[in-house]
Structure formats: structure tokens, C-alpha cells
């Protein structure tokens, strides 16, 4: 392959990879509830609470999700689990790998903490730019602030996404391909 074809594939895998880390599903559900939750923008006491629950629960999916992790027991069935300092905790009532190798494989490291807190801060750009959320807890902006909400998303949103480019993790959770381990 020529350099230049190189850099095509480089950035198409790098493309299909950040898909993979983004927190899709959790921004999916939120943005199908904010609108609900919010009245459209028009919040009193009530719905800033609902509104600020969703977000807290939208958050804490997203920074969970990025420690789940996915296999093929000895009979060849998908098998999806939550990483911890030992191995796997296999969630869907499968047999846990017995493979003790195998399982050390699947533990917890310091980059799967990075990627929870970056992907919680790509979901925090996203509820910044929803006009409802942002109607709701701030219903007339001053003129800083503004600037601030239009700013801050996309400046998050490009570094979160640098970040996962740069520093991938080999960790597939719920809904994601197979991982190669």
C-alpha cells in the first residue's frame, strides 16, 4: 500500500474504533428522555430534578459501561462481564473463565478509568449542547455563559475523541464486537 492509502486505512480504523467508545446507547436514551423530562425547556422545581437525575444516571452509565467486556465461553456463546482486579465477572449467568491467564487478561487497568471519565465527559458535552437541558437550568444565559455552552462541548468533544484515538483500549463491552483475546 502506498503512504497515502496507509493513512486512508489508518484513519478508518481509528474512525470505526472511536464508535466503539463512544458512549452511543446512553446518549440514545437521553436524548429520547430529555425532551420528556425537561417539558421542552420549560422546567419548574420538579423537572430540574428529573432532569438532573437523568443526567447523574446517564453519567454513571456511561462510566460503567466502559468496564464491560465481552467473550466466547468453551461452547462458543457470547459471554459479556464487568472488569475487576481479578479478571472478569461474568453478568449473564455463564460459567467464568476458567483459564486463569485468560481472566488476568480481562482486569482492570488505569487506561479503562481514563476512558470512563473521558466518555463521561463526551455525554457532558452532549447534555451542554440540548437545548432543553440547557433551557432548564439556565433559562436565559448571560451573554459569557453562552459563549461558554457553545465552546465548551466541542472543545471536549475533540479532545475526548483525540484521547480515545490516541490512547485505544482493547476492552469491547455490551452491544460492541468481540474482543480478539
Not at 108 to 132: E, G, K, P, Q, W
Amino acid at each position: 500500500m502506498s503512504p497515502m492509502q496507509r493513512a486512508i486505512s489508518q484513519t478508518y480504523q481509528s474512525t470505526a474504533h472511536l464508535a466503539t467508545l463512544l458512549p452511543t446507547g446512553t446518549v440514545l436514551a437521553f436524548q429520547l428522555l430529555s425532551p420528556i423530562v425537561t417539558d421542552g425547556g420549560h422546567c419548574i422545581r420538579a423537572n430540574r430534578a428529573m432532569a438532573g437525575t437523568l443526567l447523574a444516571l446517564c453519567a454513571l452509565s456511561c462510566f460503567v459501561l466502559s468496564f464491560t467486556d465481552s467473550f466466547r465461553d468453551a461452547k462458543g456463546a457470547v459471554r459479556y462481564g464487568f472488569a475487576t482486579l481479578r479478571g472478569l465477572w461474568v453478568i449473564d449467568g455463564g460459567a467464568p473463565l476458567e483459564d486463569k491467564q485468560a481472566a488476568a487478561a480481562y482486569r482492570i487497568r488505569f487506561l479503562d478509568f481514563v476512558h470512563a471519565v473521558v466518555s463521561v465527559m463526551i455525554f457532558a458535552a452532549v447534555a451542554l449542547f440540548d437545548r432543553n437541558v440547557v433551557s432548564c437550568f439556565y433559562p436565559v444565559p448571560s451573554e459569557d455563559a453562552r459563549q461558554v455552552l457553545t465552546v465548551l462541548p466541542i472543545a471536549i468533544g475533540v479532545v475526548g475523541s483525540m484521547l480515545f484515538v490516541t490512547f485505544p483500549t482493547t476492552r469491547h463491552g455490551i452491544g460492541f464486537p468481540l474482543s480478539q483475546r
